[in-house]
T-cell receptor, first 116, second 116 residues
Framework: KAGVTQTPRYLIKTRGQQVTLSCSPI?????VSWYQQTPGQGLQFLFE???????NKGNFPGRFSGRQFSNSRSEMNVSTLELGDSALYLC???????????????FGPGTRLLVL | AQSVTQLDSQVPVFEEAPVELRCNYS??????LFWYVQYPNQGLQLLLK??????LVKGINGFEAEFNKSQTSFHLRKPSVHISDTAEYFC??????????????FGPGTSLSVIP
């Protein structure tokens, strides 16, 4: 099975712009989670989607949003970019559903976003 | 609220020596516990997880961890490290299903450096 894929792998934007990142989960996985990784704040949970519904979200401003499509692919969007949004954005997928199927997450390689 | 503490930010160890990476957590609900490894410029890979049952959990690459509820700890151990174990290690917790705690909280990470 192919692993989790994220596109693009690298991205450079300027302040005020918006960006959309894409994540394709492992085939058959219905749950997708997004994380932000920075040297200062470490790994922080952004949101989780299961069957097109947002299941939970972290403590990020409304500029960060996401969605999941019927084929389980997910996108996250950041509007009005700030310098502090520079980070590695990681996507993880899991089979989803009940306990035991949700907890094992498989991570993609990440999208590295640089905001100038 | 939930939090994870990894007391050692950096751990240098000689090749073939044993290693222990410490993790303590705080939570007002029962949790699931995880250890992940991140190699340079890659996403995270699950080493092992504790959901329930035996408190000694064995994972990949010869790692194991022991859940200690009274000490709220989940330390990671390996009896003999290899150069290839050099990486960043993250401890994580996840709270009960279908609650606001049902999201992954990561510790700050421990950088393991194996010295030849």
């Amino acid at each position: 099975k192919a692993g989790v894929t994220q596109t693009p792998r690298y991205l450079i934007k300027t302040r005020g712009q918006q960006v959309t990142l894409s994540c394709s989960p492992i085939s058959g996985h219905r749950s997708v989670s997004w994380y932000q990784q920075t040297p200062g704040q470490g790994l922080q949970f952004l949101f989780e989607y299961f069957s097109e519904t947002q299941r939970n979200k972290g403590n990020f401003p409304g500029r960060f949003s996401g969605r999941q499509f019927s084929n389980s692919r997910s996108e996250m969007n950041v509007s009005t970019l700030e310098l502090g949004d520079s980070a590695l954005y990681l996507c993880a997928s899991s089979p989803g559903g009940d306990r035991g199927r949700r907890e094992t997450q498989y991570f993609g390689p990440g999208t590295r976003l640089l905001v100038l | 609220a939930q939090s994870v503490t990894q007391l050692d930010s950096q751990v240098p160890v000689f090749e073939e020596a044993p290693v222990e990476l410490r993790c303590n957590y705080s939570s007002s609900v029962s949790v699931y516990l995880f250890w992940y490894v991140q190699y340079p410029n890659q996403g995270l890979q699950l080493l092992l997880k504790y959901l329930s049952g035996s408190t000694l959990v064995k994972g990949i690459n010869g790692f194991e961890a022991e859940f200690n509820k009274s000490q709220t700890s989940f330390h990671l151990r390996k009896p003999s490290v290899h150069i290839s174990d050099t990486a960043e290690y993250f401890c994580a917790v996840r709270g009960a299903y279908k609650t606001s705690y049902d999201k992954v909280i990561f510790g700050p990470g421990t950088s393991l450096s194996v010295i030849p």
